[in-house]
């Protein structure tokens, strides 16, 4: 005989490869002080507890007012070193949505099914970019950047360690691909899925194999007086951009599928 026992827990995050927009399931390493996070085979990081949050997790339908989700600080780092390890923030508790009963006579309920969906329930899980190492494996087509970022007038060249960068399409600033650079300043950037174009500048041929971009890196000289071993969180470059306080650069190329570019960008810091 079996016993089915119920848990609230406080919500959940996931682990995301930008380039091919799929879920990592191969379990990371998390970091998280005071707060009860386990990974399932999914590769959904499931969150049970947290500071001042045990009495929630014995309500699995929350009474009284529920509060307002606390931003807390995760470390990720991969075993397997296929992508660089980070920080990030994620939230919890996450709201619990409101199921409506079925209606009468019915077997399934739309309701509830949309309830599980909801952005930003706790049936929602947060998703966390994670950058893949220059060392990883890429796939037989897609357009592969890999680049240096070196400091200014040092010799032999310096890499500069967690530098950002993106790969922005010109014709419309569609960020393509985003990436960072390791401790040595080498960053591995890919576009999956590239295809023929059709050239709107109304001269040359009809479709275009490539697509112009500019690859852009940005870079926060405050890294550099960060100890050793310390690990970044890349939001806290991204959701700064334009900001003048860090060093950038960019280059303008033809990227297609299937090609590979070797790019060096010096920065002065």
Same mark, same amino acid.
């Given at each position: 005989m079996t016993e089915s026992m119920d848990r609230r827990i406080l919500g959940a995050f996931v682990c995301v490869d930008p380039i091919t927009g799929n879920s990592v399931v191969? &379990? *990371?390493t998390v970091t998280v002080p005071q707060w009860a996070v386990k990974p399932n085979r999914s590769g959904v990081y499931v969150i049970f507890? #947290?500071?001042?949050?045990? +009495? @929630? %997790?014995?309500?699995?339908i929350p009474s009284g007012t529920w509060p307002a989700p606390t931003s807390f600080e995760v470390t @990720?780092?991969? =075993? #397997?070193?296929?992508? @660089? &390890?980070?920080?990030? /923030?994620?939230? !919890? &508790? *996450? +709201?619990v949505p409101a199921i409506a009963p079925p209606p009468a006579g019915s077997t399934s309920n739309a309701a509830a099914q949309a309830a599980l969906t909801r952005s930003g329930t706790v049936f929602d899980p947060q998703q966390v970019s994670v950058y893949r190492a220059p060392s990883a494996p890429t796939g037989p087509n897609w357009a592969v950047i890999r680049a240096s970022v070196t400091r200014a007038g040092t010799t032999p060249p310096q890499g500069l360690p967690w530098a950002v960068l993106q790969v922005v399409r010109t014709s419309d600033n569609t960020v393509l691909a985003t990436g960072q650079s390791d401790t040595n300043g080498e960053a591995l950037l890919a576009v999956a899925g590239l295809t023929i174009e059709t050239n709107t500048t109304g001269t040359g041929p009809v479709t275009l194999s490539t697509v112009a971009v500019s690859v852009n890196v940005y870079f926060d000289p #405050?890294? *550099? %007086?960060?100890? !050793? #071993?310390?690990? =970044? /969180?890349?939001d806290d470059i991204l959701s700064k951009l334009p900001d003048t306080a860090f060093s950038s650069a960019n280059q303008a190329v033809q990227l297609g599928s299937g090609q590979v570019l070797l790019?060096?960008?010096?920065l002065s810091v």
């Amino acid at each position: 005989m079996t016993e089915s026992m119920d848990r609230r827990i406080l919500g959940a995050f996931v682990c995301v490869d930008p380039i091919t927009g799929n879920s990592v399931v191969n &379990p *990371l390493t998390v970091t998280v002080p005071q707060w009860a996070v386990k990974p399932n085979r999914s590769g959904v990081y499931v969150i049970f507890d #947290g500071p001042n949050f045990n +009495s @929630l %997790t014995s309500q699995f339908i929350p009474s009284g007012t529920w509060p307002a989700p606390t931003s807390f600080e995760v470390t @990720l780092c991969d =075993p #397997g070193r296929r992508y @660089l &390890p980070r920080r990030a /923030n994620v939230g !919890a &508790p *996450l +709201s619990v949505p409101a199921i409506a009963p079925p209606p009468a006579g019915s077997t399934s309920n739309a309701a509830a099914q949309a309830a599980l969906t909801r952005s930003g329930t706790v049936f929602d899980p947060q998703q966390v970019s994670v950058y893949r190492a220059p060392s990883a494996p890429t796939g037989p087509n897609w357009a592969v950047i890999r680049a240096s970022v070196t400091r200014a007038g040092t010799t032999p060249p310096q890499g500069l360690p967690w530098a950002v960068l993106q790969v922005v399409r010109t014709s419309d600033n569609t960020v393509l691909a985003t990436g960072q650079s390791d401790t040595n300043g080498e960053a591995l950037l890919a576009v999956a899925g590239l295809t023929i174009e059709t050239n709107t500048t109304g001269t040359g041929p009809v479709t275009l194999s490539t697509v112009a971009v500019s690859v852009n890196v940005y870079f926060d000289p #405050g890294i *550099l %007086t960060e100890p !050793a #071993g310390w690990i =970044p /969180n890349p939001d806290d470059i991204l959701s700064k951009l334009p900001d003048t306080a860090f060093s950038s650069a960019n280059q303008a190329v033809q990227l297609g599928s299937g090609q590979v570019l070797l790019m060096n960008f010096v920065l002065s810091v």
